[in-house]
T-cell receptor, first 114, second 110 residues
Framework: NAGVTQTPKFRILKIGQSMTLQCAQD?????MYWYRQDPGMGLKLIYY???????DKGEVPNGYNVSRSTTEDFPLRLELAAPSQTSVYFC?????????????FGAGTRLSVL | GEDVEQSLFLSVREGDSSVINCTYT??????LYWYKQEPGAGLQLLTY???NMDMKQDQRLTVLLNKKDKHLSLRIADTQTGDSAIYFC??????????WGLGTSLAVNP
């Protein structure tokens, strides 16, 4: 029962470094999402994807990039990390079955940019 | 625009009922959700309600939906210390993206 798996769980970056946050789901969901959660705040949508090869911007896409080459994987790339990107990042996939519309979340990646 | 509002804090005694409230603005929402986030963890779906329902019960959880007032509530009966967490209300907004509240931090005191 893997569900949505995010790696790494924790990471510290220096300003200007780059990294990729990995997200994989084994539920064959077409829709996937990346959110960030700042302390004491709700979730803000960074990017989302409605299927392999299709991505779109959310509320706060600046400083990030995504790709979706397979249904299972939806990596989030940070280029030139900045302190403002210190946050907890959550990946989610969405089940749009009959009579339901549910997002399932990974455990999160806690990122500090110093 | 679309917005979801929740009170930020709630404190209850163990064994009492907790009621967490949420208001939303998008009258076209199809589903409304309650998610739970324990410290240092991800978000766990607690329950959700379809917009044509006005109540849903699931063990200790009762969800009430008042579409006229755009008000959603989550009642937790016999609240336990393990229920201490942040509870997020969310609705399906335009383009089926979820619109999130800021979360209500529930503290359960022994």
């Amino acid at each position: 029962n893997a569900g949505v798996t995010q790696t790494p769980k924790f990471r510290i970056l220096k300003i200007g470094q780059s990294m990729t946050l990995q997200c994989a789901q084994d539920m064959n969901h077409n829709y996937m999402y990346w959110y960030r959660q700042d302390p004491g705040m709700g979730l803000k949508l960074i990017y989302y994807s409605v299927g392999a090869g299709i991505t779109d911007k959310g509320e706060v896409p600046n400083g990030y990039n995504v790709s979706r080459s397979t249904t299972e994987d939806f990596p989030l790339r940070l280029e030139l990390a900045a302190p403002s990107q210190t946050s907890v990042y959550f990946c989610a996939s969405r089940d749009r079955g009959t009579g339901k519309d549910i997002q399932y979340f990974g455990a999160g990646t806690r990122l500090s940019v110093l | 625009g679309e917005d979801v509002e929740q009170s930020l804090f709630l404190s209850v005694r163990e064994g009492d009922s907790s009621v967490i409230n949420c208001t939303y603005t998008d009258s076209s929402s199809t589903y409304l959700y309650w998610y739970k986030q324990e410290p240092g963890a991800g978000l766990q779906l607690l329950t959700y309600i379809f917009s044509n329902m006005d109540m849903k019960q699931d063990q200790r959880l009762t969800v009430l939906l008042n579409k006229k007032d755009k008000h959603l509530s989550l009642r937790i009966a016999d609240t336990q210390t393990g229920d201490s967490a942040i509870y997020f209300c969310a609705e399906t907004g335009n383009n089926r993206k979820l619109i999130w509240g800021l979360g209500t931090s529930l503290a359960v005191n022994p």
